[in-house]
């Protein structure tokens, strides 16, 4: 019970109006039924909208998820919280059962305002992602047969055989399956198995280590979905996925580097995740076929370390990116994370650490995504694509119509990012 609830859908179903419709059917029940005070009910759903507007407007005005929330946010927020104040007003009115209706549709209000919310974002998918909880069954993963290097692309040398799986397997990384992590404490991260993963003797397939946003959590369900896609029209083949965090909370961004107070999280990523691909997943062991990726904060993280570590990841894939770590916040991280020392923090930069190893990306793959719409982050996303074409990355800037920095970028962005490293990867014909 607790999964299926955990993993429900919440954006892609009715939730967010069906709770809104209960809202509205017990608020007319409870307000047209005598006795009755209209006076009292409207003035109470008028200071809930005033609190809904005041709140959008705060936020924006802090600028707390680094972009403007979406109008259609405020309208969910005022909807919730006018409907949560009318219910509440009318809740005084005996009988007993105009009270219980009210407090429902107070509570569906509530519900539904926030799911709406949570909807014109449309990157938590479900609760578990909301709360930043794992709730991916633990994985057993199959035994390590090859690591090879393919000889010829495995589009032209693979056969799916019988009873190949239809889609791939996720799992949480725990129990025997926890990738160490000595100085740093991320959450719960996740791994996908494409169908091809799941057979007897099964190819060494392309890595990809995937980071989420910031606020987020290491969700897999829109890279799952994406890579599953991809699988379903490709014979089974499709990365290996480890969705990892890259935080280690909610609320803090470690701005992708080893520091006293929040952790040694570039060596998790860098050494540890590494070390622990090539002794428990058959995955290619040669950078040629490695991806550091992520979105947003991830995406900015993915960035900075392909830079840096060009003989570890021979590809890089940022779905709305930020320009670099610490982009929105330089003061606060140059302070937090490198001890107030500004030139610690410039020499950290993806631009600097290209000019740090010159000739290094030739060969290496640069995949950039952004929503057309995104103002904000997208010019910045624009700039990382002209520099690692200039540094010698292949590079592939895919724009996303109608899209800003949210959920239809992220999907977007998805879709046609592993499109282009399905064919750099040798998973598909090139273009």
Known sequence: MRHWLLTLEIVASPLTEIFLGIAAVGLVIAIVVPPRHPWRVLIAAG???VFGVGAYLLLN???VFGIQLPFLAEVY???GLAGCGAAIAAAWDPPWWRRTIAIIAAVAA???GGLGVNKTFAVNHNLA?????????PIVLPPVTSTAVPTAPLYQTWTPPAGMPAKGQVGALVGDALIPSPGFTPREGAIYLPPAALVPNPPALP???FM???PGSPDPTSLQRTLDAYAAKHQGLAPIAIIADQLGATTVDPACADSQRYGAVSSYFNVSIPQWARTHLNVIDDPRYWTIGGYSNGGACAWAWAAQFPGIWGNVFAVSGNEFPGSETIKKTVAEVFGGNQDAFTAASPLAQLARHPGAYAGHVAIFTMGAEDDTFGPGIQRNAKAAADAGFTV???QIPGAGHVGNALDGGLTAGVADLGSALGLAPPG
């Not at 992602?129 to 069954?137: K, T, V």
């Open 61 to 63: 005005g802090l600028n």
């Open 129 to 137: 992602s909301l709360f930043g909880i794992q709730a991916a069954d």
């Open 77 to 79: 927020a005022v909807a």
């Open 212 to 214: 989420m946003g910031q």
């Open 47 to 49: 200071v809930g909208a």
């Open 207 to 209: 890595l990809i280590v």
């Open 110 to 112: 509530l519900l539904g």
């Open 396 to 398: 592939h800037l895919e």
